[in-house]
């Protein structure tokens, strides 16, 4: 490995080690593989598909936006969820893909 490619590692370790820890969460990566798949989502959708109530899942949504993994918007009284970061994206496809796709 290059010295400037291991610097840009070290740079971005901390920013990746974030997420990794909200993945670590078996409903945070439940949470972030419904917003991947659905774009956004509101709290009361979300929570019917993740199986959380409204309080729990507006926990998580709240660690992992004070961690900039999800952003929200405002519409009228409804607040959209979805993946902050377009590399989380990323990872949730390649994740979906390696462990949820049935193999052929």
């Given at each position: 490995?290059?010295?400037s490619d291991?610097?840009?590692?070290?740079?971005?370790?901390?920013?990746?080690?974030?997420?990794?820890?909200?993945?670590?969460n078996?409903?945070?990566?439940?949470?972030?593989?419904?917003?991947?798949?659905?774009?956004?989502?509101?709290?009361?959708?979300?929570?019917?598909?993740?199986?959380?109530?409204?309080?729990?899942?507006?926990?998580?949504?709240?660690?992992?936006?004070?961690?900039?993994?999800?952003?929200?918007?405002?519409?009228?009284q409804?607040?959209?969820?979805?993946?902050?970061?377009?590399?989380?994206?990323?990872?949730?496809?390649?994740?979906?893909?390696?462990?949820?796709?049935?193999?052929?």
């Amino acid at each position: 490995m290059l010295d400037s490619d291991f610097r840009a590692l070290e740079e971005k370790a901390g920013e990746v080690a974030t997420l990794l820890r909200a993945l670590g969460n078996d409903k945070r990566l439940l949470i972030l593989c419904k917003l991947a798949g659905a774009g956004e989502m509101n709290v009361t959708t979300l929570a019917g598909e993740v199986g959380l109530s409204q309080s729990a899942l507006s926990q998580h949504l709240a660690r992992m936006r004070t961690e900039n993994i999800v952003a929200t918007r405002r519409d009228s009284q409804t607040i959209w969820y979805r993946i902050a970061d377009e590399r989380t994206e990323r990872l949730m496809t390649i994740l979906y893909e390696v462990f949820c796709l049935e193999e052929k």
